[in-house]
DNA sequence: ACGGTGACTAACC
DNA sequence: CGGTTAGCCACCG
């Protein structure tokens, strides 16, 4: 890991290197850089989000970013994303969670 | 340094 | 499955 780049920085890098049809939760994004802040990501998402492929990145339940279920729906069905049926969108971890 | 906030999580009821 | 509680940590004023 690079020492001197910010949370910011790792965090959009993380959530940049996951593959299509494939997810992270909050918490694996913030493990995955060596911290526990899921809530750290959340707030970095919030902002930046729109310059990465925020869809890819779900809550530990499988849901995705709230607020903003319909669009993630839009691209889950484009990627083929594995999905749970049921009346709420939500993402088959078990399938699709990506581990580095 | 300090306190409020939140695109979080796990445990419990 | 839904609601509550407590713990968590980075961000921002």
Known sequence: ??????????VLAVVESIPPGAVMTYGD???AIGSRAA?????VM?????????WRVVRASGHPAS?????????????????????????NLRLARHRP
């Open 1 to 10: 890991m690079e020492a001197g780049e910010d949370f910011v920085s790792r």
């Open 29 to 31: 994004v913030a493990a």
């Open 39 to 43: 809530r750290g990501v959340g707030q």
């Open 46 to 54: 919030a902002y930046y989000g729109s310059e990465v492929q925020w």
């Open 67 to 91: 607020g903003h279920e319909d669009r993630a729906l839009e691209r889950y069905r484009a990627e083929g994303t594995p999905l749970v049926a049921g009346s709420s969108v939500r993402v």
